[in-house]
């Protein structure tokens, strides 16, 4: 978690996530980006890799975007995670603002 500080400076400092299951939630970027990452990296998480980016202009300040991720744990067990993401302009720097789970395609 070596680049968390540099992670962080793409995300708002709240972001709202959208569950499956209804739920709108807002938390800091912060708590919502660090522990599940600690988690990950507690279950032999080593990294990353944006395989898919579908980017979607709404207007001049908004864009949203589908990730497909493929997840790397030890011994090469690979997953792959996909997620909807809401990106604003503010204050001249682009920065996540919202989240929903999505299924990879």
Same mark, same amino acid.
């Given at each position: 978690?070596? =680049?968390?500080? $540099? %992670? @962080?400076?793409? !995300? $708002? ?6 569950? $499956? *299951? +209804? ?15 600690? +988690?990950? /990296?507690? #279950?032999?998480? @080593? =990294?990353?890799? @944006?395989?898919?980016? *579908?980017?979607?202009?709404? =207007? #001049?300040?908004?864009?949203? !975007? !589908? $990730? ?8 090469? /067990?690979?997953?792959?995670?996909? +997620?909807?993401? @809401?990106? *604003?302009? %503010? ?9 929903? *789970?999505?299924?990879?395609?």
């Amino acid at each position: 978690l070596a =680049n968390m500080e $540099a %992670i @962080l400076e793409h !995300f $708002a400092e709240e972001i709202i996530t959208h569950s $499956a *299951d +209804g739920e709108i939630r807002r938390d800091s970027s912060r708590s919502w980006l660090v522990k599940p990452m600690q +988690g990950w /990296v507690e #279950q032999g998480w @080593l =990294n990353s890799e @944006l395989t898919s980016l *579908d980017v979607q202009p709404i =207007n #001049q300040t908004t864009v949203s !975007f !589908f $990730a497909m991720w493929r997840d790397y744990y030890g011994k090469e /067990v690979t997953e792959l995670s996909c +997620g909807w993401y @809401l990106v *604003d302009l %503010i204050k001249s720097e682009w920065k996540i603002t919202e989240y929903a *789970d999505r299924p990879c395609r």
